[in-house]
């Protein structure tokens, strides 16, 4: 007998959705008693992603099929959109990675389109997204409810998914790896945003909801303990490898796909991938497929790599021209795109509300300027700012590492009584704001390569000790009559 297969959708939609994929699935030999779409509310102001997940579980629990109520038995699923942060929360629930029983009945995870780190229209959604096209417009007690907690979840830079990814992603045993007891992962993104009206949506970078950069769950976080005593593991400068016993889970792009029609109008390869995925059962046959993924992705990645401004941004034709220079057209080629999520605390673990990171590039005159090829848009996450999200276009070279660049931090405490001061790497005295914190890149350590991946999320963790000002002498904050 097959293991079910369980397919999750993503906020604001619903089980309909999935049929489409149903059938595409069925049509490669999928059993249609293994098939079980779920069906769950989003659109409701006071659910989290995690009351989700543990309604997820009871529903498994009370199941007619008695393979899914039986905790022992495996399972796969296929997850679209927020679908996988909903899974990703029902792991997270059943314990460490080392004898987590959810872990050990999930044997594939296939995620299409995932928000692993959320979407930039998460934010909008609590304005007018929320209110005028994604609220539940159903008479009711949820009537134009456009599920806040939910979004909150979705928001870039979100507390939620930065502390999953700790749990799941960057802990001492990851959730996904090489061995028996955990799944294999695929991810596979559409190459396309919107087109047509829905194209007023789309950011550049995306799939019309959810960023490229942000879907795959190959990630690694690099902690800068700028005080003047560090206290992080690893000393002032740890960066997490990138795979070592993780199973390498990279973005497979799909041709002329969307952030929708990844599952309303199934791609036939795809189809036939997630297929044969389903079929993977050790590391050698993982590989095997991956390389086969990738052979097929590698074809959809030029229309990724346009320059971010009109190309990406769903315009055509005279539009494109017309209004290319005011979204930055940029004559270079691009490696793609990625994510920085930054949280900026001191050393007492408060956050530091009012922050800037600047990217500067070595001139040939020896100088520093600001690395304008390297546009970012910056997202400060609404209910704790000290959590931002930079997305970055990555210039072709960038991820050589032979580029001379710098970080330049800007910290304010809002007063001039307090003020962050930084020590520089290695250990010495840079400056105490308002002048900046300047960390040069290559001092990260040759031995873990660049910052810069195209296509993955990275994250950065800034420590700076918070202290009273002017530095040179006694502090008005605090005197002796």
């Known amino acids: 007998m097959p293991r079910p297969l369980l ?8 089980g309909k959705d999935l049929l489409p994929l149903e059938q595409a699935l069925a049509a490669k030999g999928a059993s249609a008693t293994s098939l079980n779409i779920c069906n769950y509310i989003s659109l409701n102001n006071e659910i989290t992603i995690q009351d989700i997940a543990e309604a997820f579980d009871r529903a498994l629990r009370f199941h007619a099929n008695p393979e899914l109520r039986d905790e022992s038995k495996p399972f796969d699923a296929i997850v679209h959109s927020t679908g996988m942060l909903v899974l990703r929360s029902w792991l997270a629930g059943g314990g460490a990675a080392a004898t987590n029983p959810r872990l050990r009945r999930l044997k594939h995870l296939i995620g299409l389109a995932p ?47 930065w502390d999953l990814a700790h749990r799941d992603l960057l802990g001492a045993a990851p959730f996904y790896d090489n061995g028996p007891d955990t799944p294999f992962v695929a991810v596979f993104i559409g190459n396309r945003p919107y087109d047509g009206l829905s194209s007023v949506a789309n950011d550049p970078g995306t799939d019309g909801t959810v960023r490229w950069s942000g879907c795959s769950l190959d990630t690694r976080k690099v902690t800068l303990d700028l005080t003047r005593l560090p206290q992080a ?35 036939p390869t795809v189809m036939q991938l997630v297929t044969d995925f389903l079929e993977v059962a050790d590391p050698a046959g993982y590989d095997a ?28 034709g005279e ?15 691009m490696e793609g795109w990625q994510q920085l999520v930054v949280h900026a605390r001191d050393e007492h673990g408060d956050g530091i509300q009012d922050y800037l990171i600047e990217i500067l590039a070595q001139q040939t005159d020896g100088n520093w300027a600001l690395f304008e090829e390297m546009y970012t848009a910056v997202h400060a996450y609404g209910p704790d700012p000290s959590f931002r999200c930079f ?12 580029l001379k660049l710098r970080a330049r931090i800007h910290a304010s405490s809002g ?20 002048q900046p914190i300047d960390i040069d890149l ?33 502090s008005p904050l605090l005197t002796f009559l």
Not at 239 to 266: C, F, K, Q
Not at 391 to 402: D, F, N, Q, T
Not at 418 to 432: H, I, N, T
């Open 7 to 14: 397919l999750i959708h993503g906020y604001s939609a619903s």
């Open 289 to 316: 497929w991956l390389a086969a993924a990738r052979a097929f992705g590698d074809t959809a990645l030029p229309a990724m790599k346009l320059n971010p401004g009109a190309c990406a941004g769903g315009l055509a």
């Open 415 to 434: 007063t001039d009584l307090v003020g962050y001061q930084g020590f520089g790497v290695p250990p010495g005295p840079v400056s105490a704001l308002p």
């Open 442 to 474: 290559d001092s990260l350590g040759p031995e873990n390569g660049t910052l810069f991946y195209p296509f993955t999320t990275t994250l950065i963790e800034i420590i700076l000790n918070r202290t009273p000002l002017p530095l040179d002498k006694v």
């Open 319 to 333: 539009a494109k021209q017309y209004f290319g220079h005011l979204l930055g057209e940029s004559e270079t080629p």
């Open 233 to 267: 593991e690893g000393g002032r400068v740890s960066i997490s490898p990138w795979v070592g016993s993780r199973l390498d889970v990279p973005m497979i792009a799909v041709p002329n796909r969307n952030h929708a029609t990844i599952v309303s109008d199934p791609e």
């Open 391 to 402: 997305h970055l276009r990555l210039p072709e070279g960038v991820s050589s590492g032979k």
């Open 115 to 161: 928000a692993t780190w959320g979407s930039p229209q998460a934010h909008k959604g609590r304005t007018w997204l929320g209110a005028l096209v994604k609220g539940n417009r159903e008479i009711g007690p949820d009537f134009l409810n456009a599920g806040d907690r939910v979004l909150e979840g979705l928001e870039l830079g979100s507390t939620f998914t």
